[in-house]
Each structure stands twice: as structure tokens, then as C-alpha cells.
């Protein structure tokens, strides 16, 4: 049982980095078939994929441990100790904690990362297409928002993870409006004191995307009330927040602050 558990979770792992839409799955599998087993059998299991993970590469075993083992083990930290804290706030914090870790992953391979870019280039060039001006032009902005694409990155897939394992009390998910203030302080400082930097930028991206995925669940939310086909509500809620990710996010801060239970109270 054990071997079969290990084998399908580095299946898993690999279909992720081939298909990362779908990394959930993973976190997703691990907890739902793990659940109750006990700590040396899921360390057993860990031990058994970590070992087929370095038989296909050892460099991705970073991603491996600084990426999904972040989101299982926060998820059980904050199931079974710190479960007073509101469930999106759980899904925000996994994302920040799984970012920081990537970003230390990557500032750690910076070097080799630098000295085959012009390698990277020249077969994205080729894949695409592209112009080389215009291969450079992309490479420069992936860069200038690395952080903030770490992050939602990271977001969705510890969105996705809670979705998938807790959607039974969804719609009641809250988030802590502190949140906001990871914005507001980086617009001010950024539009104010015309301020033009790495993190400030990305920071600022950052609060606007932990507002934009609570909006999307808001989004959800309210249609679920006029709405009773929750397939159709969820596809525009996502359509939404990625055609009008700004909706999105003025959504998500209303959903925050618990505007939007005001405006439907007066309503009725």
C-alpha cells in the first residue's frame, strides 16, 4: 500500500510540473488518502516518493518539499491546532509561506538560472516564433513580476487544494480586510512618492490578488443566490475574475468588509 501511495504521489508530482493547472491534485490526493493514517506511515509514503522524485531528477525535489509538502503540512496545522483561524485567511498565508520558499528556491539556482537565459530565449524563440525583441521583452516583464506571479501561482493551487477538500462550507469563507493594507501601503508608496521598485511592485500586485480570488468566491456567492446552477455560477464567477480581475478584486475588498451583506440587507 505504502509503495503504491509513494508511486502515485510522484506521478502526481510529475504531472504538475507538466500540467500545472492541475497541481491541487496532488495536496489534494495526499490528504484525502492520507488522512488517517499515522505519522511514520505518511512519513513512510513521503520518503518512498521522495526517493522516486531523485531517481528522475534531485533538482526538483526543492519544488517537491518547498511547494506541496508547505500546503499538506499547513493545511493539517491550521485543521487540527490553529483552526480558529478563517479559512481564507488559511489559504492566504499557505500562498505567502509556498512563495517564500519558491522565491529562496530560485534566488539559490540565480546563477544557473542567469547563464543559460540565452539558451531559455532562443528556444522559446523557437516554440513561438517570436521576434527575439519580443522574446526579450517577455523574459523582462516574467522577471520585473516574478514575485507576484510565485505568488498567484501559489494562490491557486492552495485555493484549489481548500476548494477541492472543504467545499462544503465555501460560501462562508471569510477573509481578514488586514489584508488590504498590503495594497493600500504599496499604492500610496508607489503613486504618492513615486516610488518604482521590485517588491513595492509586487507587493502591491499581490494584495490585489488575495482580493480578486475572494472575489471570485464572492462572485460564486452571490450568483448561488440568484442562481441555483452552481456549474454555470462557478464558470462566470472565474470568467469574471479573469476577464475584469479589477471587478474581481473590488468585489473581493466589498466581500471583505462585508459590504455586500449590507447592500443585500437593504435590498430586501
Keep these: 500500500m505504502f509503495v503504491v501511495h509513494g508511486m502515485a504521489v510522484a506521478a502526481l508530482f510529475m504531472i504538475s510540473l507538466m500540467m500545472p ?3 491541487f491534485l496532488l495536496p489534494v490526493y495526499k490528504i484525502k488518502k492520507m488522512r488517517d493514517l499515522d505519522f511514520k506511515q505518511k512519513v513512510l509514503i513521503n520518503i518512498i516518493a ?3 522524485i531523485i531517481l528522475m531528477n534531485p533538482m526538483l525535489l526543492g519544488v ?3 511547494f506541496f509538502i508547505v500546503i499538506e503540512l499547513f493545511y493539517y496545522y491550521f485543521e487540527k491546532i490553529n483552526y480558529s483561524i478563517k479559512k481564507f485567511d488559511r489559504i492566504t498565508i ?3 509561506i509556498v512563495t517564500a520558499f519558491m522565491a529562496g528556491i530560485f534566488l539559490f539556482v540565480k546563477k544557473d538560472i542567469d547563464a543559460n537565459i540565452g539558451t531559455l530565449m532562443d528556444i522559446y524563440q523557437q516554440r513561438t516564433n517570436f521576434s527575439m525583441e519580443d522574446v526579450q521583452m517577455i523574459f523582462k516583464e ?3 513580476n516574478s514575485l507576484w506571479l510565485m505568488f498567484t501561482y501559489s494562490m491557486l493551487c492552495s485555493f ?3 476548494f477541492s477538500l472543504d467545499k462544503k462550507d465555501y460560501e462562508k469563507w471569510e477573509v481578514s480586510y488586514g489584508w488590504i493594507l498590503i495594497y493600500i501601503i504599496t499604492f500610496f508608496i508607489s503613486k504618492i512618492f513615486k516610488i518604482d521598485n521590485f517588491y513595492i ?3 502591491m500586485e499581490i494584495g490585489k490578488v488575495i482580493f480578486i480570488f ?3 468566491k464572492s462572485i460564486y456567492t452571490i450568483l448561488n443566490k440568484i442562481l441555483k446552477v452552481k456549474i454555470l455560477n462557478s464558470f462566470i464567477a472565474v470568467l469574471t475574475s479573469v476577464m475584469f480581475p479589477f471587478l474581481a478584486f473590488v468585489i473581493g475588498v466589498f466581500s471583505g468588509f462585508k459590504l455586500d451583506k449590507v447592500i443585500f440587507n437593504e435590498k430586501k
Design 201 to 203: 511592485n509586487n507587493l
Design 21 to 23: 493547472i492541475f497541481s
Design 214 to 216: 475572494f472575489g471570485l
Design 94 to 96: 499557505t500562498a505567502i
Design 160 to 162: 484549489m487544494t481548500y
Design 64 to 66: 517537491y518539499i518547498g
Design 142 to 144: 516574467l522577471k520585473a
Design 50 to 52: 521522495i526517493i522516486l
